[in-house]
C-alpha cells in the first residue's frame, strides 16, 4: 500500500486471526490511519480502534491499552522492533517505508564526505537501502561500516534516539546518517568523537559536521551549566517512565539509595508521559533525574522549573565520573528491578 511518500505491507493474512485490533502510530503517520483502519476492516472484517495517545518510538508500546479494550493484538506502525524487549501480548510491527534513490545519495556522499572511512546509519524509514548504498560507495573506493549495534537494535545500521550503537562499531574517520531533521545527527554526535554528516534523502542535501558540531557545542554547554546549577541540591526527583521500552525501574531504585546515603531526600515519580505539568503540583525539586528516554533531559531541559538531568550527568555531579568526555546516556537494557 503507497501512502503519501511511504509504502506500508500489511500483513492481512497474520491478521486474519485477530477479531480485535488496536493500530497505533506515530504523529507523522496519523494522516494515514482511518485509511489503514478502513482497508483493514474491509480485508479482514476485524473490529479495529485507533490509538490517539502520542507515541514516540518503538520503546512505546501500547500494549496496556490495547489490553484495556479487551483487543486481541496491537498493531504499531512506522517503526522496527526492539528485540530485548520482552513483551507479554501479540504485538506486529509494521514498518513505513520511504524509498530513495540510491545513486543520488552515493554521490552527495562521494562529493561531500572528505573521510574514505565512515559508518553508515539510517532510521527504520530508510533501512532497506544501506546496502545498496554501501555497494555503490565501495565501488567508489570508499570504506563502509554498516554496525550491528547491540541488543536494542533490530537491524545493522539502524539507530534510535535513545541508542546509536550501530554508528560506534568500528574503525571509522566519520559518521554518515542518511535520515531527516537532526534529531538523529545531534545525538550521535553526543554519542560518538568523530565527524557526523547528515543527508536529507527528500531535499537531497547535506549537513556538514561543522553545522553538526555547533549544535553539539550549545547542547553541552547547556548540560554542563545544568550539572553546576545542581551542586548544591538537597531534595531529588528521580522520573521513572511506564513506557515498556524506557522503564529502567531497576537504575531509578540504585539511584535513590546513592542520593540517600549522600544524606539528602529522593522521591520514585513514575508517569508515562514526561512533561513539566506532571511534576508542577508536588512542589519543587532542586533537580531531577530522568531514567525515561535521554532525549527529555537533553532536548526539553528548558520546559521543565528545576535542572535535569540524565543518570551519568548525575554521575558526574557526584565525582563518579569526570566531566571532560561527554557521555551519552544510551539505553541498551531495560531493568525492571534490581
Keep these: 500500500m503507497i501512502l503519501g511518500s511511504y509504502r506500508i505491507d500489511i500483513p492481512f493474512d497474520q491478521l486474519k486471526r485477530y477479531k480485535r485490533l488496536l493500530l497505533q502510530f506515530p504523529a507523522g503517520l496519523k494522516v ?16 479495529v480502534f485507533i490509538s490517539s495517545d502520542a507515541c514516540f518510538g518503538a520503546c512505546d508500546i ?11 493484538a496491537l498493531i504499531h506502525f512506522g517503526h522496527l ?36 572511512s565512515i559508518n553508515l546509519v539510517t532510521t527504520a524509514q530508510h533501512i532497506n537501502f544501506v546496502y545498496d548504498i554501501k555497494e ?21 545500521g539502524l539507530v534510535l ?33 568523530k565527524p557526523v554528516y547528515a543527508i536529507d534523502p527528500a531535499s537531497m542535501t547535506i549537513k556538514m559536521p561543522e553545522e553538526i558540531a555547533k549544535k553539539r557545542e550549545k547542547i553541552l554547554k547547556k548540560r554542563y551549566a545544568l550539572i553546576a546549577l545542581s551542586r548544591d541540591a ?28 549522600m544524606g ?33 533531559a537533553i532536548d526539553d531541559s528548558d520546559n521543565f522549573d528545576s535542572p535535569i538531568l540524565t543518570p551519568i550527568e548525575f554521575e558526574i555531579l557526584t565525582g563518579k565520573k569526570k566531566i571532560n568526555g561527554y557521555i551519552f546516556d544510551s539505553i541498551s537494557s531495560i531493568q525492571d528491578s534490581l
Excluded at 88 to 109: C, G, H, R, T, Y
Excluded at 270 to 285: A, C, H, I, W
Excluded at 287 to 294: F, V
Design 32 to 47: 494515514y490511519a482511518r485509511k489503514i483502519a478502513d482497508v483493514i476492516e474491509e480485508k479482514i472484517g476485524s473490529e
Design 62 to 72: 501500547a500494549v496496556d491499552l490495547a489490553k484495556s479494550i479487551g483487543a486481541d
Design 81 to 116: 522492533p526492539i528485540p530485548n524487549i520482552k513483551l507479554d501480548f501479540p504485538v506486529i510491527f509494521v514498518n513505513a517505508v520511504m524509498d530513495l534513490n540510491v545513486q543520488k545519495v552515493s554521490e552527495i556522499i562521494r562529493e561531500n564526505v572528505r573521510e574514505k
Design 136 to 156: 555503490e560507495l565501495e565501488n567508489q573506493k570508499f570504506s563502509v561500516q554498516i554496525g550491528k549495534g547491540d541488543d536494542r537494535i533490530f537491524k545493522p
Design 161 to 193: 534516539g535513545c541508542n546509536f550503537s550501530s554508528a560506534l562499531c568500528g574503525d571509522t574517520n566519520s559518521i554518515v546518517f542518511i535520515g531527516t531533521g537532526s534529531f538523529h545527527p545531534i545525538g550521535i554526535f553526543l554519542a560518538a568523537s
Design 234 to 261: 538537597k531534595k531529588f526527583g528521580i522520573i521513572i517512565s511506564s513506557k515498556i521500552g524506557q522503564r529502567r525501574l531497576g537504575l531509578a531504585i540504585k539511584l535513590k539509595r546513592e542520593i540517600e546515603k
Design 264 to 296: 539528602k531526600d529522593a522521591h520514585l515519580l513514575v508517569m508515562n508521559n514526561v512533561t513539566p505539568e506532571s511534576l508542577r503540583d508536588f512542589g519543587k525539586f532542586d533537580c531531577l533525574i530522568s531514567t525515561a528516554c535521554p532525549r527529555i
